[in-house]
């Protein structure tokens, strides 16, 4: 069966210093990779969406960036955090469009405090 | 632009009632329809809606798809406290693009 895993759970960080949230999947070949931000007790933000490695879609302008460098490994990065980039960040899979399948499953999520 | 609203934004409820919660969305090119639950931390899956009125169930939980009308409902009976969540909609939109759009959640609050 497939497994989504996250680290870390949580995370406080200064204004101005970098990040780096890293997510795999295990038990699937060629995911389509997601990263969402999720403010307190609201929807889901797409940030970035992946169709295999080195393919990174930007869906929101900021100081984030994500990159895919394995087939099932995919990073969000900042190089300087801002107070705005605080919120609750996850990671999900679904099956690549050849497979056609529709679920989306997500892993547990890091806490981002930026102080 | 692609949008999915859902109503109510909140709710209260005491166990034992019935509730329904409810998503439309403008999307162009639509595939199908997912609900998830979120109580800490990772929603979690609960229905794929492709087809019109074709109702998914499980256990307490059900929900059904009008792709007239564009919108779907996801009806909770016999709540407890534990359905206290956040209910999620989001669409997918046809194959060719690999973004699923979210709504804003419905924060369901069951009281004993």
């Known amino acids: 069966s497939q497994t989504i895993h996250q680290w870390p759970a949580t995370l406080v960080q200064p204004v101005g210093s970098p990040l780096s949230l890293e997510c795999t999947v295990e038990g699937t070949s060629n995911p389509n990779l997601y990263w969402y931000r999720q403010a307190a007790g609201r929807g889901l933000q797409l940030l970035f969406y992946?169709?295999?490695?080195?393919?990174i879609s930007s869906e929101v302008p900021q100081n984030l960036s994500a990159s895919r460098p394995q087939d099932r490994q995919f990073i969000l990065s900042s190089k300087k955090l801002l107070l705005s980039d605080s919120g609750f960040y996850l990671c999900a899979w679904a099956e690549g469009p050849l497979l056609a399948k529709d679920e989306q499953y997500f892993g547990p999520g890091t806490r981002l405090t930026v102080t | 632009e692609d949008k999915v609203v859902q109503s109510p934004l909140s709710l209260v409820v005491h166990e034992g009632d019935t509730v329904t919660l409810n998503c439309s969305y403008e999307v162009t090119n639509f595939r199908s329809l997912l609900w998830y639950k979120q109580e800490k931390k990772a929603p979690t899956f609960l229905f794929m809606l492709?087809?019109?009125?074709i109702e998914k169930k499980s256990g307490r939980l059900s929900s059904i798809l009008d792709k007239k009308e564009l919108f779907s409902i996801l009806n909770i009976t016999a709540t407890q406290t534990g359905d206290s969540a956040i209910y999620l909609c989001?669409?997918?939109?046809?194959?060719?693009?690999?973004?699923?759009?979210f709504g804003t959640g419905t924060r369901l609050k069951v009281l004993a």
């Open positions: 989001a669409v997918r939109r046809t194959s060719g693009t690999y973004k699923y759009i």
């Open positions: 992946s169709v295999g490695i080195g393919q």
């Open positions: 492709t087809s019109s009125g």
